[in-house]
């Protein structure tokens, strides 16, 4: 993991991708940085087959040549947000909750502890939904990036049928108590280090 924050660069700019555990405000960190002169790019997909999300073979996987930027939220809260979108898309119940826990949990550790040992910066979800210019502002003086054009109305870049936010199902709460009835143990000591990691906007 690279802790200089010194930026990859690719054909004389700099070249970062978001790599992030689904539902954890990629879309608005995306549209946040696509103000800047880096060059873009994003996936939920660490080449796992068995991930809980659909392999998204649009994006690239991650090749060494990107500074990689992930998203840390509350694993309860982005397990269970993750699900209520699967199963507004691909309507998943209720019981493949019960009966593939153990799945998703080491899915979950997978893919953060793939995150701990290749991304080179952690944002903290609650510092982008509350902040989202200062968390900016903070990435920018980080990889020295330059905003080059003016947010304005910020503008996200949705797939058709995407669930803004899963807060709106009226499956959420639901799911989230059927997701606490997991052991979120292991979940939660990945999270801790990797929250341990975040940059901060105190900082």
Partial sequence: MIKSFSVKMKNGKPNILLLTYPRTGQHLLRSLLQSTNALIDWTHNIDMPQFIRKADTTRPFYDGSQ?????????????????????????????????????????????????????????????????????????????NLNVVSSLGKIIQDYEPNHMVSSLSSPLYLSVKDEVSKINLKKCYDVYTKAKGLCITLEE
């Avoid at 893919?111 to 910066?121: C, I, R």
């Fill in 67 to 143: 500074t990689v930027i992930t998203v840390v939220r509350d694993p309860l809260d982005s397990i269970t947000s993750a699900l209520v979108y699967d199963m507004y898309q691909n309507n998943y119940t209720l019981k493949n909750i019960k009966m593939f826990g153990g799945v998703i949990v080491d899915d979950y550790v997978k893919f953060w502890e793939y995150l701990l040992e290749n991304a080179d910066m952690f944002i903290l979800y609650e510092d982008l939904i509350s902040n989202n210019m200062g968390t900016l502002d903070l990435i920018c003086k980080k990889l």
